[in-house]
Nanobody, 119 residues
Framework: QVQLVESGGGLVQPGGSQRLSCAAS????????MGWYRQAPGKQRELVAA???????NYADALKGRFTISRDNAKNTVYLQMNSLRPEDTAVYYC?????????????WGQGTQVTVSA
């Protein structure tokens, strides 16, 4: 079992930066693919970025160059650095951990943290 707790959300002005953190409890953090997703009001949840156990990253095309995902396995934490924020980045941001240990597929979610980009 993995528990995920996000932090770092809040109100930020357009053009500003914000860093989200997701602290994971439980064992074997380094074996999980970690991801950040977001959900804006009235929209479906969408992938923002993911990082595999080996450090390979994947980003939503529209966010490449502005957002950076990283992980610190020693701290059981994954980060999302968000730069040049826009009002359309306003959403609840969720942390996700997933892995497949045959035959089990494990998928865990945090409770989310609100990011509001507004002047």
């Amino acid at each position: 079992q993995v528990q995920l707790v996000e932090s770092g959300g809040g109100l930020v002005q357009p053009g500003g930066s914000q860093r989200l953190s997701c602290a994971a409890s439980g064992s074997s953090f380094s074996s999980y693919t970690m991801g950040w997703y977001r959900q804006a009001p009235g929209k479906q949840r969408e992938l923002v970025a993911a990082i595999t156990s080996g450090g390979t990253t994947n980003y939503a095309d529209a966010l490449k160059g502005r957002f950076t995902i990283s992980r610190d396995n020693a701290k059981n934490t994954v980060y999302l650095q968000m730069n040049s924020l826009r009002p359309e980045d306003t959403a609840v941001y969720y942390c996700n951990a997933k892995r497949t240990i045959v035959p089990k597929y494990q998928d865990y979610w945090g409770q989310g943290t609100q990011v509001t980009v507004s002047a």
